[in-house]
């Protein structure tokens, strides 16, 4: 499923995949910016395999390590939230 939040700094979407309320698989765009760039890839690898509260967590040490100008871990947990809740719907 495609899940999408507008944050401050731009545009967050996420591409996830949730198999016994954890993610199986993540892809995460957008239009904001993180520094280093590559680093959108190693927090992809540390979500995989994370139930929604895990990966609040992870995100939340990630965005203390990057720069990311406009995006808050509040963002990424509107997005995870709604994630989660429509595949408990499906």
Known sequence: MIVEHKA???LIKLEITIEN???KDIK???DFFIY???SVFDLEKKLRGKTEKESIKVTEKFLSDVK???IELDDFK???K??????NVI
């Open 8 to 10: 401050k700094g731009g």
């Open 21 to 23: 309320l954890k993610i």
């Open 28 to 30: 995460i765009t957008g």
């Open 36 to 38: 280093p760039e590559d």
């Open 68 to 70: 990311a100008p406009g």
């Open 78 to 80: 509107k997005a995870f």
């Open 82 to 87: 709604k994630a989660f809740e429509e595949k």
